[in-house]
């Protein structure tokens, strides 16, 4: 059996280090904050923000740096502090508990390596940027809470995703922070000789080298790779920078690195997987590097590559989230070679018979080569991320499968879903203890379970609701002064941002990525009706936040149009742009917000998962039926706006502005103003029940990581 060097002693080492900073009481502090398990266990914020909330909060929530840089008089008062001493040793028994469960193999064949651009495990690990990467934490937490047997595989971004700053235009600016690797809880693995594990990928006309960061997100490991190499070049030192990065070259580097170069990351680890899960096209190339390692495995003439390939199908999967043709990422055959021809000469590919593998039409020359189409071909299951995605993923892929019809199209799907002990607030987790039982998150996908919400209280409900909705506004009033500052308003108007939002008015979140289908403008599509919903002591107040990407010029007018509206509306207060959203202040706004707004094109979303984090938290969904939305949606559990498509898409946005107003002024509204005798909204706590009855249990990560291990990881595919 090979030896592994996973990172476990480096890791050991690491934390022996931090604990010899810390007074003896205070050493499990060392090896908790080096496992993310603490920020989804019961008490585990609670163990920092207790010494010193406001430090915690300037270390970026990293308990690493936190407990680096802390004062020593405040150590010494934690570890003489009783109540505090509790507490650690509480959660460090919880802890202990949860990672001494024995581990359960989906395959016998070894693990299942999860393959992703993207990770969104927490704020204090910037390498994510919005859906993808949070789904993709999501999911290595669930595989740590399931105790199954998981790696993740991704690539460190020193400087990670952009950061968001607004001019006084409205007009998005974008600057990156350098990550300090040395005060992450993240350690460089090692091999038997003490050295750095390193990796090369034959990138331009050269070797790219790469090393490998060991992450503990709970049970489940996510290794890292990084270039930032002294033996590598300015450019190869580039490769990792920087996430999404607008270079077609760049991308395409990264993407060998991720795919060829995390397999090879695995091999020199001694990791052997069962299965390979790509999600998403980026990895892709991964499956060249089984098909190399296939044959130099055989004696004699080397196999064509596509039979190469077909004898590896059965240890890839695949999972697609774009919904559209032009959302998966093209290059033409020229770029292609320029970055990656070394690569694929090197693995003995024939460039033609790879180029055609990448197309739609292989007998194409001119077609721009694609990685989903390698990633479809190369796998034994391919499955979209909601029910209605998989129809359109059946017909936007039907010419892959001319033999086909597009119903019979062999491309599946599994419905996103979210990890509830990340994402439920503490109010709402505490409120639903006392009537679902203990350790009740564990069987979240459990409908019976559910319906105990009835046993709720209105009164308890209502204030569970009214808590985090003024948690929200309390945030809100200190980010919105710092971002008018920052900008350079008016001190008079940022100051005003103090008393901006009423803690009882009716809260409305729009956050998500700033692309233009996410149809942000439909909101401030007549000026006059959203004035008249928001204008009045019982109104509503607008919260919106996102990021466009820097090359999405389009998405930052939609921005820049917002702005001037909003400033028309001379109600600067009600209606706010929050900047630079992630997952610092995500759990905020999808526990404080009464009420989701999603107003995607149809059927250009593929799933979704902010909208579900509300449900769990008491808010109630305002969607497009696109999406999960369009299977979630039972006319009791939120609200809903058409998801038929129109030929004239200005008429449909016409069509859906006018059903949003709707909506807000006639039921939304009325329904959350509509009190009893003690001023409880009983009406609308009987919706939030039956939404938290009908998408909890389905829309929970527990639900999605029981359908890829039942459906999509055991079984052989369909013939």
Not at 356 to 364: F, K, M, N, P, V
Not at 405 to 427: A, F, K, R
Not at 470 to 486: F, H, K, Q, W
Not at 518 to 526: A, G, S, V
């Amino acid at each position: 059996m090979t030896k592994r060097f996973d990172g476990t002693r480096d890791l050991r080492r690491a934390v022996d280090r931090l604990a010899r900073r810390l007074p003896e009481p205070l050493e499990d502090l060392a090896w908790i904050s080096y496992n993310y398990l603490w920020s989804w266990t019961p008490g585990g914020v609670e163990l920092f923000t207790t010494i010193d909330d406001h430090r915690f909060k300037l270390a970026g929530e990293n308990p690493v740096r936190f407990l680096l840089n802390l004062p020593e008089r405040d150590l010494l008062r934690a570890a003489t502090d009783e109540t505090y001493l509790e507490l650690l040793h509480h959660v460090a028994q919880r802890m202990e508990a949860d990672l001494a469960r024995p581990t359960t193999r989906v395959l016998p064949s070894g693990p299942v390596a999860f393959f992703c651009a993207e990770f969104a495990v927490h704020q204090s690990l910037p390498v994510y940027s919005g859906g993808l990467g949070v789904l993709a934490g999501d999911y290595l937490k669930e595989t740590s809470d399931q105790a199954l047997d998981v790696v993740g595989v991704g690539l460190l971004y020193r400087r990670g995703y952009l950061h968001q700053r607004m001019d006084l235009s409205g007009w998005q600016h974008e600057y990156w922070v350098e990550a300090n690797t040395g005060q992450l809880p993240i350690v460089r693995v090692r091999g038997g000789d003490g050295l750095p594990v390193k990796v090369k990928v034959p990138v331009w006309d050269s070797e790219l080298s790469a090393q490998v960061w060991r992450v503990n997100v709970g049970r489940t490991t996510l290794f890292l790779l990084d270039t930032e190499l002294k033996e590598n070049t300015p450019l190869e030192r580039w490769v990792t920078s920087r996430l999404y990065e607008g270079s077609h070259d760049i991308r395409l580097a990264q993407y060998a690195l991720l795919g060829i170069g995390g397999v090879r990351a695995l091999d020199a680890m001694g990791i052997h997987p069962g299965l390979f899960h790509m999600n998403e096209g980026h990895p892709a190339l991964a499956s060249l590097e089984i098909a190399s390692q296939t044959a130099a495995e055989l004696s004699g003439e080397r196999p064509a590559l596509t039979a190469l390939l077909a004898q590896g199908r059965d240890r890839f999967a695949f999972t697609t989230h774009t919904p559209v043709p032009a959302g998966n990422e093209t290059y033409s055959s020229d770029e292609f070679f320029r970055v990656l021809g070394h690569s694929i000469d090197e693995m003995g590919i024939a460039r033609e018979e790879l180029a055609a593998l990448t197309r739609i039409d292989e007998g194409s020359t001119s077609e721009p080569m694609g990685f989903s189409p390698l990633a479809i071909k190369c796998s034994r299951s391919t499955n979209a991320v909601s029910r209605r995605h998989g129809e359109v993923a059946r017909g936007m892929w039907n010419p892959l499968f001319p033999e086909r019809s597009e119903s019979d199209v062999p491309i599946t799907y599994v419905t996103n879903g979210v990890h509830l002990p990340t994402w439920m607030n503490p109010t709402m987790r505490g409120l639903l203890s006392k009537v679902l039982g203990h350790d009740w998150e564990r069987h979240a996908d459990d409908p019976s379970l559910w319906s105990h919400v009835d046993e709720i209280s209105d009164i308890d409900l209502w204030n569970a609701r009214c808590q985090m909705r003024v948690a929200l506004v309390e945030m809100i009033r200190d980010r919105i002064v710092v971002d008018r500052l920052a900008r350079g308003e008016d001190v008079d108007l940022a100051v005003s941002g103090l008393e901006a939002f009423d803690p009882m008015n009716l809260t409305v979140g729009f956050a998500r990525r700033l692309a233009t289908y996410k149809r942000l403008d439909l909101l401030f599509r007549d000026v006059n009706r959203l004035r008249d919903i928001v204008d009045h002591d019982q109104g509503a107040q607008f919260i919106i936040a996102g990021k466009a990407h820097p090359l999405d010029n389009e998405a930052k007018t939609v921005a820049k149009n917002m702005f001037s509206v909003q400033r028309s509306m001379d109600l600067p207060n009600r209606v706010i742009f929050l900047e630079d959203y992630d997952m610092r202040v995500a759990p905020a706004l999808v526990s404080g917000c009464d009420v989701w707004l999603n107003l995607p094109r149809p059927p250009m979303e593929a799933s979704g998962t902010s909208g579900m984090k509300a449900a769990m938290n008491g808010g109630l969904n305002l969607s497009v039926l696109d999406g999960w939305w369009s299977e979630g949606y039972n006319g009791q559990n939120g609200w809903a706006i058409d998801g038929t498509t129109l030929d004239d898409p200005q008429a449909q946005d016409e069509r859906d502005a006018n059903a949003l107003y709707d909506l807000l002024e006639n039921e939304v509204k009325p329904m959350f103003f509509s009190r009893d005798s003690n001023g409880i909204p009983v009406v609308w706590l009987s919706r939030i029940r039956a939404s938290l009855r009908s998408l909890a249990p389905m829309y929970s990560s527990a639900r999605m990581l029981e359908d890829y291990t039942n459906r999509i990881y055991r079984p052989h595919p369909e013939k």
